[in-house]
């Protein structure tokens, strides 16, 4: 019986891996529910629809390819709900007593982080086990609107939306510093995102009318303007998400309910998607990572791969373009076994291992199979 379900889970991991090979966009628009396109934008699938409503609004969506999961934020009722990928199979996972604000995955440690209205908390993928991290009086001067993980250097960032600041905390929530205030007040901060590789923030800030997208390192120092605009009836992006890979970075506006591309230094402005008048919230890029097969040593430089495979003694990790990232190693029942960091063309101690399959786990939640011999 236990030879069976280790099997049954190997075998759902592979199948999850076999189905998560296209990098795609998910999109939350709030008029109509959560939907893939491709980088491009095109090739649009309808995942999971709704009508919104005073007591039903879709505000956040993150995805755990790995469990064949996705994780919808509803903002108005107050609920967390999670999906198949395909949209099938929806399950309450959490009800938030106050307003929720964000959420993000830590898929090494199987957490969810949570902000709401006065906390930041985590519990497991499944809602269970809360855990408070920090704790304030919200007011018309701090309200933490949307967080970022630094898995890497075990780091929280918080955007306070009405005090017009960034502060960064440890992962369980102590040693709070203020990384960036956004010129006293007379900005507004929108969103931001993490290129840890690269040791950048990238921020949205406006004021009444002009807006600009801006880059600091990670400590907040060292501004440099990529692009500036008008905001406005007609644009005023919400969220950045970024394709590191590719030299991209997209931005989402509700007003006027597109979304547009830039190069990662803010040049070449393209618009992707048009969201037809409904009001989009949140995307999310997913970008695959393809496994070889057991016996393969050749080595595609455009995606992560290990070798050799199977293995003795280390494994070494090929195709790691951005710099640092975050790692897992998993037995086939799931049991983390050891943990770190690597990039490109490092090494990893197995030696320790008893012969069997293991998955080789990074922060956005891909994982790579090898067998130690």
Do not use: C, W
Request: hydrophobic share 35%; charged share 15%.
């Amino acid at each position: 019986m236990k030879q069976t379900y280790t099997l049954l889970i190997l075998f759902t991991l592979i199948v999850n891996a076999i189905n998560a090979q296209t990098d795609l966009i998910y999109h939350i628009d709030s008029g109509e529910g959560a939907f893939t396109t491709n980088l491009d934008g095109t090739s649009k699938n309808l995942l999971a629809s709704y009508t919104p409503s005073s007591s039903s609004l879709a505000n956040d969506i993150e995805i755990d390819a790995n469990n064949n999961k996705m994780y919808v934020l509803d903002q108005n009722g107050k609920n967390l709900i999670q999906y198949d990928l395909n949209g099938a199979n929806n399950t309450l996972i959490y009800t938030y007593p106050t307003t929720p604000r964000d959420i993000e995955l830590d898929l090494l440690n199987g957490k969810i982080y949570h902000v709401m209205n006065g906390e930041i908390f985590t519990t497991n993928l499944d809602g269970t086990n809360k855990n408070s991290l920090i704790t304030y009086t919200p007011s018309g001067t701090k309200l933490l609107n949307t967080i970022q993980l630094d898995l890497i250097n075990n780091h929280v960032y918080a955007l306070d939306v009405n005090g017009d600041s960034l502060t960064r905390y440890d992962l369980n929530g102590n040693n709070s510093t203020t990384i960036y205030n956004y010129v006293g007040g007379t900005q507004y901060p929108s969103d931001f995102t993490i290129d840890i590789a690269n040791n950048k923030i990238y921020h949205i800030s406006r004021d009444n009318t002009a807006a600009e997208i801006f880059t600091t390192d990670l400590s907040g120092n060292t501004k440099t303007v990529l692009t500036t605009y008008t905001a406005g009836a007609s644009l005023l992006y919400i969220d950045i998400e970024l394709d590191v890979e590719n030299n991209y970075m997209y931005l989402l506006s509700d007003n006027g309910d597109l979304l547009d591309r830039y190069n990662l230094n803010g040049s070449n402005k393209t618009t992707v998607h048009n969201y037809t008048g409904n009001f989009p919230k949140d995307i999310e890029i997913f970008k695959f990572e393809s496994t070889l097969s057991l016996n393969d040593t050749n080595l595609n430089q455009n995606k992560i791969a290990i070798f050799p495979n199977p293995a003795s003694n280390v494994i070494q990790v090929s195709g790691i373009n951005e710099g640092k990232k975050a790692y897992a190693i998993y037995n086939a029942l799931g049991a983390k076994l050891k943990n770190g960091t690597i990039q490109e063309n490092n090494t990893i101690n197995i030696q320790n291992l008893s012969n069997g399959i293991y998955f080789l786990m990074f922060e956005n939640g891909n994982s790579l199979k090898f067998i130690k011999e």
